[in-house]
C-alpha cells in the first residue's frame, strides 16, 4: 500500500461513513465524516453491535447485535435514536443490506445446529415477511443488492472456497461470476451498477481490494502490501471506495480513488475500527 498518512487538505465529501469500533472496549457502530473527522458513536451497549449500513435515504442504520442474547437485525435513525429489533430467531442474523428502495432487508440467517452453515434471507424493512433465497452447502453470506433492485450478489462456499456469486432477487439464476481458485469475497455493486468491488487473496497471502465488472470480467487489483483489507464499500457517487486494512497490527478505516489510487488512512485507533459503509 502507498503512503497512507492522513493529510489535512484531504477533502471533505458531502457523506458520512459508518463504522465498527472498538474504541470504547466492545464492539460499537460510529459514524464520521468522510475526511475521518468527528467520529461519533452511536450504540451505548454492554454487547456486541455491527456490520452497519446505511438506509438509501440515509436516515437509517440497519446492523446486527447480540444485545438481546444471540445475534439478531436492528435499524436504528442516524444519530442512533429509534432503536428496533427486525428479527427474532433462536438462532444467528447477521449482515444485512438493504434493499435500494429501501423496502427490503437481505440478511444472513446461519443454522440453528450446524454453525458452518447459512443462507441468505430478504424480509420487509419492518421485520415482517422473511423469504429463504438460497438452499446451498456451506455459508453463504454478505449479501449486496445491486442498484437496479433485481439481483443480490453474495460470497458463498458453496464451491469449497469462498467465491463471489449472483442471483436474482428471487434467489433464481444463481451464477458464480469471481471464478478463482482463491478465496473471494464481501462484494459490493457500484452505484451504476457496472463493477463489483470485492476482496480476494488472489496470488498471495494477504487479502486484497478489487474491482471487476458485474458480470466478473475484467477484474483488477487495486490495494497491494503484507497486510488484510477488505470490506469495501463505495460512496455514493462512485468515485471512491472506503474498506478497512490492518497495517499495524489492528483494524484501520481507508478511502481511496475507485482505481486504487490516492488511498488515505481515516482512523488510527489501536482498538481497532473496520466494517466501514459510506
Known amino acids: 500500500m502507498a503512503a497512507v498518512s492522513r493529510p489535512e487538505t484531504f477533502s471533505l465529501l458531502p457523506d458520512r461513513i459508518v463504522f465498527d469500533s472498538r474504541r470504547d472496549g466492545l464492539g ?19 454487547t456486541y453491535d455491527g456490520d452497519p449500513v446505511w438506509s438509501p435515504d440515509g436516515a437509517r442504520v440497519t446492523f446486527d447485535s447480540n444485545r438481546a442474547g444471540n445475534f439478531e437485525i436492528y435499524t436504528m435513525n442516524a444519530d442512533g435514536s429509534r432503536v428496533t429489533r427486525l428479527t427474532h430467531n433462536p438462532g444467528t442474523d447477521g449482515n444485512p ?10 440478511f444472513v440467517r446461519w443454522d440453528l445446529k450446524k454453525t458452518t452453515l447459512s443462507n441468505i434471507n430478504v424480509m420487509n424493512s419492518d421485520g415482517s415477511h422473511v423469504v429463504r433465497l438460497t ?31 449472483v442471483m436474482n432477487v428471487d ?10 481458485s482463491s478465496r473471494d469475497g464481501s462484494p459490493s455493486w457500484s452505484p451504476d451498477g457496472s463493477k463489483i468491488a470485492f476482496h480476494g487473496s488472489r496470488g498471495g ?21 503484507d ?3 477488505a470490506h469495501p464499500a463505495w460512496s455514493r457517487d462512485g468515485k471512491k471506495i472506503v ?5 499495524k497490527g489492528y483494524g484501520q478505516i ?13 482512523t488510527d485507533n489501536p482498538a481497532g475500527d473496520w466494517r466501514p459503509d459510506w
Open 97 to 106: 443490506c438493504w434493499s435500494p428502495d429501501g423496502t427490503r432487508i437481505a
Open 205 to 225: 497471502r494477504w487479502s486484497q481490494i478489487y474491482v471487476m465488472d458485474a458480470d466478473g470480467s475484467h477484474a483488477k487489483r487495486l490495494t497491494e502490501g
Open 171 to 180: 434467489g433464481s439464476n444463481l451464477v458464480n461470476v469471481s471464478h478463482n
Open 28 to 46: 460499537e457502530i460510529y459514524v464520521m465524516n468522510a475526511d475521518g473527522s468527528n467520529p461519533t458513536r452511536l450504540t451505548h451497549e454492554p
Open 254 to 266: 481507508y478511502v481511496m480513488d475507485a482505481n486504487g489510487a490516492n488511498p488515505v488512512a481515516l
Open 135 to 165: 438452499n446451498i452447502s456451506g455459508r453463504n453470506t454478505a449479501p449486496s443488492w445491486s442498484p437496479d433492485g433485481r439481483r443480490i450478489a453474495f460470497e458463498s462456499e458453496m464451491g469449497g472456497n469462498a467465491q463471489v456469486y
Open 243 to 247: 474498506f478497512d486494512a490492518f497495517p
Open 227 to 229: 497486510t488484510t483489507h
